[in-house]
């Protein structure tokens, strides 16, 4: 599997669990955590970073990934979600990923301080919560 389609697969799995960010999609099912979708209009949610380690290959199935994920560190305008990706036939872990992520004004592009109400949906998928 391409690096491209990869970044696709913890896009995918970024907005199934937290909604599609706003300006960017629209809802359709209510995500587990509605974070993207919760956002106040002029507010984009934005991928700083992506760091992607690939430990075995990813063989292209007729069945999705598996796509695990949960928060790393939250910080007062940021916050990291990890990923492993596993082969869906064998269980093998694949892919160690996380994503750096911030909203930004959209108006002014500013980084803008997570809520106490934002920071209160991602903390109960932090690591130390999901084990």
């Known amino acids: 599997m391409n690096n491209v389609q990869l970044v696709r697969i913890l896009e995918e799995a970024r907005i199934a669990a937290f909604g599609p960010p706003r300006g960017a999609g629209l809802p359709g099912i209510e995500p587990e955590v509605p974070l993207f979708n919760d956002v106040p209009e002029g507010t ?7 760091k992607i380690r690939y430990v075995r290959t990813l063989e292209y199935r007729n069945v999705p990934a ?3 994920l949960w928060i790393g560190a939250v910080k007062g305008a940021s916050f990291d979600i990890h990923y ?6 064998t269980g093998e872990d694949c892919v160690k990923a996380s994503s750096h992520l911030a909203f930004v004004d959209e108006a002014t592009g500013r980084v ?13 998928y932090t690591r130390s919560a999901v084990g």
């Open 44 to 50: 984009l949610a934005l991928v700083v970073e992506h």
């Open 66 to 68: 598996v796509v695990q």
């Open 84 to 89: 492993l990706v596993q082969d869906p036939v």
């Open 112 to 124: 803008l301080r997570l809520t106490p109400d934002q920071k209160a949906k991602l903390a109960p």
